[in-house]
T-cell receptor
Framework: GDSVTQMEGPVTLSEEAFLTINCTYT??????LFWYVQYPGEGLQLLLK?????DKGSNKGFEATYRKETTSFHLEKGSVQVSDSAVYFC??????????????FGKGTHLIIQP | GAGVSQSPSNKVTEKGKDVELRCDPI?????LYWYRQSLGQGLEFLIY????????KSGLPSDRFSAERTGGSVSTLTIQRTQQEDSAVYLC????????????????FGSGTQLSVL
C-alpha cells in the first residue's frame, strides 16, 4: 500500500536558519504530493502541492520539488521565522490506492523556531 | 463561520463512557471527512460523507465508532464504551469537490477535538 515517511521531530532551529524536512513516499501509479501545516491551536492547512514529476510547489517561502527518481518531496525554506513553528505533514494522493480515501499522511514533524 | 468548526475542542472522559464529537463543515461543502491523529502517528482516515450518498465507513476501527451527517451538513462522530486507545485528536475536514480523490480537491480542516480517555 501507499505510505509516507517523514523525519521525526521535534526539529529545533534558530531564526533565519535553513530548513529541510525530509519526506519520502511509496505509491502505486503517479501520486500527487502535498505538504500541510498545522499551527498551534489551528486546523490543518494546505501549504503547497505538486502534481507531477519535477514540479516545484511553493508558498510562504517554502518549496518542495517532486522527485520521482528518489521518491521524495523534501520541504525547504531558506530563512525560517519564529512564526513558522508548527507541525508539518507530508501527504500523497494516489489514484490507485493510498488508504480508504486516496490520501495518505506522514506522522508529522514538529518544528520549533527559537528567536 | 468561515471555516470548519469542531466541538468540543477538548474532551476528557472515563473509560467505558460514550462521547459525541461535532463537526460543522464550511457552508455548501458536500464532502466531509473524519480523521484520527494518535500520538506519534499519521492521520488515519475514519469515514467519508458525500452529499446524500451512503458514507464510506471503511476506516472506522471498530463497531464502537459511528458517524452521522444530518441534512448534509453537521456531522457527529460517536464513540461508544471508550477505551484508552481511543485517546487522540479527531479532525474533521470538508471539501466542495464531488469527486473524491480528484487531483484538485482541497480539504479544509477544523482544529480538531482532543479526546482523552482516562
Amino acid at each position: 500500500g501507499d505510505s509516507v515517511t517523514q523525519m521525526e521531530g521535534p526539529v529545533t532551529l534558530s531564526e533565519e536558519a535553513f530548513l529541510t524536512i525530509n519526506c519520502t513516499y511509496t505509491a502505486t501509479g503517479y501520486p500527487s504530493l502535498f505538504w500541510y501545516v498545522q499551527y498551534p491551536g489551528e486546523g490543518l492547512q494546505l501549504l503547497l502541492k505538486a502534481t507531477k514529476a519535477d514540479d516545484k510547489g511553493s508558498n510562504k517561502g517554502f518549496e518542495a520539488t517532486y522527485r520521482k527518481e528518489t521518491t521524495s518531496f523534501h520541504l525547504e525554506k531558506g530563512s525560517v521565522q519564529v512564526s513558522d513553528s508548527a507541525v508539518y505533514f507530508c501527504a500523497l494522493r494516489s489514484y490507485s490506492g493510498g488508504g480508504a480515501d486516496g490520501l495518505t499522511f506522514g506522522k508529522g514533524t514538529h518544528l520549533i523556531i527559537q528567536p | 463561520g468561515a471555516g470548519v468548526s469542531q466541538s468540543p475542542s477538548n474532551k476528557v472522559t472515563e473509560k467505558g463512557k460514550d462521547v459525541e464529537l461535532r463537526c460543522d463543515p464550511i457552508s455548501g461543502h458536500t464532502a466531509l471527512y473524519w480523521y484520527r491523529q494518535s500520538l506519534g502517528q499519521g492521520l488515519e482516515f475514519l469515514i467519508y460523507f458525500q452529499g446524500n450518498s451512503a458514507p464510506d465507513k471503511s476506516g472506522l476501527p471498530s463497531d464502537r465508532f459511528s458517524a452521522e451527517r444530518t441534512g448534509g451538513s453537521v456531522s457527529t462522530l460517536t464513540i461508544q464504551r471508550t477505551q484508552q486507545e481511543d485517546s487522540a485528536v479527531y479532525l474533521c475536514a470538508s471539501s466542495s469537490h464531488r469527486d473524491r480523490g480528484n487531483i484538485n480537491e482541497k480539504l479544509f480542516f477544523g482544529s480538531g477535538t482532543q479526546l482523552s480517555v482516562l
